[in-house]
């Protein structure tokens, strides 16, 4: 079965072509550089280039898994959550494609997306385990019963981790996006530098507004200098307060829930640093860390043709008046 996968929910415009549950043929990402001028995505710059996109980057991805259009068996697209401009986008095209080569297609949530990403890159996981999705739009702890079978068991309360990142970066005068920016200028910091805080918060959720806030007072405070002097030790300061809070809290989340694997995605999982850390840590309690390989992390579409799949093969469909949706849980 081939599966055409499709993703506009942010600033990549996405292509993928999936044989079955796990063999992409195909995962064609155009990310939008237009957006690093402004220090963060902006929704009608980002839905005018899926308009202008979308089209070759389905071809491409055609092409590069050696099939035709009519050799398709069923599309899989993102519905939500995101910018709703650029989901339209995406979605209309699997639309017209549906109803153009007689074929079904189905909506999927993007936060079960970044749950099949990493069932990509292992596809032995066994169930229940833990998913830590954190990326620029989402930080959340999705308790995964059986695929399809979740229930959320922390999210951000405020800004997402990689959203922190990238608001960080632009106070310490780095370029978007962020989180990339703050790992490399951390490479030879201290990450005792400078003692941001740690939010503390009830139950699994996360909170990153407090600590964004405390770095700007702390700029304020030391003066512009302190960013010439001290660039890295701030940037590896910054970027191990966010750490410790998604370490804490999914490894605390996983030794309650008594799961033996967790799996971290997004786009923020790309961070070696978090990746290190976070294993070391789980190792000592016995806990398996599974990460997908850094081009299954950030936005893709092979993510979204593997969570499709079993739906069309399970004769799911979605109707042609299927909505975008802003907010979507699992």
């Given amino acids: 079965m081939l599966t055409l996968g499709i993703e506009t929910s942010c600033d990549e415009t996405a292509a993928s072509v999936l ?31 899926h308009m202008r996109l979308i089209v070759s980057v389905v071809r491409e991805a055609v092409s590069v898994a050696s099939v035709q259009l009519p050799d398709l ?5 993102t519905c939500g959550p995101g910018l709703v401009g650029s989901i339209i986008v995406g979605l209309c095209f699997a639309k017209a494609l ?9 909506g999927v949530n993007h936060l079960e997306g970044h749950i099949y990403s990493a069932m990509l890159a292992d596809p032995c996981i066994q169930p229940p385990f833990l998913g830590l999705i954190v990326s620029g739009g989402h930080t959340d702890l999705v308790y995964v019963r059986r695929p399809g079978d979740y229930e959320t068991v922390g999210s951000t309360l405020d800004d997402a981790a990689g ?28 990450s005792d530098f400078a003692r941001f805080p740690r939010a503390s918060v009830d139950g699994y959720d996360f909170s990153f507004s407090g600590l964004k806030t405390a770095v700007l007072y702390y700029l304020r405070e030391k003066g512009e200098s302190v960013k010439e002097e001290h660039l890295h030790d701030l940037a590896s300061s910054f970027q191990q307060a966010v750490i410790d809070s998604l370490v804490g809290k999914a490894l605390k989340a996983a030794c309650d829930y008594g799961v033996k694997t967790l799996t971290v995605s997004g786009g923020v999982a790309s961070n070696s640093v978090l990746r290190e850390r976070m294993t070391v840590d789980a190792r000592q309690r016995d806990i398996q860390t599974l990460f997908p390989p850094i081009h299954l992390c950030t936005d ?22 299927l909505k975008p949706f802003a907010r979507m849980h699992l």
């Fill in 19 to 49: 044989e079955d549950a796990t063999g992409i043929r195909s995962n064609i990402v155009s990310s939008q550089l237009v957006h690093s001028k402004f220090g963060g995505v902006v929704p009608e710059l980002a839905s005018r280039d």
């Fill in 300 to 321: 893709n579409a092979a993510m979204i043709a593997a969570a499709g799949y079993p739906k069309l093969k399970s004769g799911q469909r979605s109707p042609m008046d």
């Fill in 163 to 190: 959203e922190a990142f990238d608001k960080v970066a632009k106070l310490y005068g780095l370029s978007y996006p962020g989180g990339p920016e703050i790992e490399r200028a951390s490479s030879d910091g201290q």
């Fill in 98 to 106: 549906s109803y153009a080569l007689d074929i079904p297609f189905v």
């Fill in 73 to 77: 068996d069923g599309i899989a697209v």
